[in-house]
């Protein structure tokens, strides 16, 4: 009786380890549903060439004790993994994750074609939900580690909740302090990403944001045209500056009526705690960082500098 039950454990071994022999190595994706049984389970990854046996793949799950611990989700196996190796990935939960990192600065709608283009989610639907709920600037940008085909719901809640977390209670006591809601901050900080450059500058240029707000000039910021005009350029045009548009902060005062981007952790802080500075201007030099100044004579002359310099 003894003999017989080791003649069948190892026959259940070499039955398992079968595929790895006779196999082409070939890279599947699975999807195994949420509730799914073992049984269920072990169709598909029969259907799919994953395993050989599904009483074997069964076994292993009988033997293992682990019935109820399968894991939901989409996932990659090559088709000369074992059943063991299979079943423990599913255990495990070890699902197939794509990677996408989201730069600072980028808006709903680079955000949607990333995600689209990494085969994440819908960039369409992706983009209605952001739009339906106001998040555009309130998604935070990061790396993240999402399932093929995730929900858009889903992918638009894990962005914004990761804002949720960084924008810590500290910030909304300190936009307090400066008079202003946690909205204004976030469209502040959307247009600090668009104009610095270096981290250092962030703070110099809040502070002329500030600066200006506090007297009641216009902002006159270049990124918020560029939103408006809904393309990138290089130089702006007299006639680019007049473009009737709510964005265009050069002919309505104060902020925009909405973020411009996303902005990151920096930006966000640099809306908080501006410079201890007076400069009301500021103009690129050309090469990524910026000229400031407290006067407009000052400012106008740095404009020539550029010009030359460009020239």
């Not at 045009?237 to 411009?260: E, M, Q, R, V, W």
Request: charged share 30%.
């Amino acid at each position: 009786m003894k003999n017989k039950k080791i003649i069948i454990i190892v026959a259940i071994i070499i039955l398992a380890l079968l595929p790895f022999f006779i196999s082409e190595n070939k890279e599947v994706f699975i999807k195994i549903p949420d509730g799914s049984t073992p049984k269920q389970v072990a169709k598909i990854l029969k259907n799919e060439n994953i395993i050989k046996s599904e009483n074997v793949f069964l076994t292993f799950v009988w033997f293992s004790k682990t019935e109820k611990k399968f894991k939901p989700g989409t996932y990659k196996f090559n088709t000369r993994m074992t059943s063991f190796a299979v079943l423990r990935d599913i255990i495990n939960g070890n699902t197939y994750r794509i990677k996408v990192t989201i730069p600072e600065g980028f808006t709903a709608v680079e955000i949607a074609e990333l995600l689209e283009k990494k085969g994440v989610c819908n960039g369409k639907k992706f983009l209605t939900i952001v739009k339906n709920k106001k998040l555009d600037g309130y998604l935070f940008p990061e790396t993240y580690f999402f399932e093929p085909d995730s929900s858009e719901e889903k992918v638009a809640q894990m962005l914004n909740g990761q804002f949720e977390k960084i924008f810590i209670d500290d910030f909304v006591k300190r936009a307090l302090v400066l008079k202003m809601s946690k909205e204004k901050i976030i469209i502040l900080a959307s247009i600090i990403e668009k104009e610095a450059k270096k981290d250092e500058e962030r703070p110099l240029i809040s502070a002329v944001f500030h600066n200006r707000l506090k007297r009641g000039w216009n902002l006159e910021s270049c990124a918020t045209v560029l939103y408006a005009l809904g393309k990138h350029k290089d130089f702006l045009t007299y006639k680019d500056t007049k473009f009737d548009s709510p964005f265009n902060t050069y002919i309505h005062p104060g902020l925009p009526p909405a973020p411009i981007s996303n902005p990151g952790v920096a930006s966000i802080k640099a809306a908080l705690y501006p410079a201890v500075s007076e400069d009301m201007f500021f103009v690129s030099d050309g090469s990524g960082t910026h000229k400031f100044s407290k006067y407009a004579d000052e400012h106008i002359r740095n404009k020539k500098t550029r010009k030359k310099t460009i020239d």
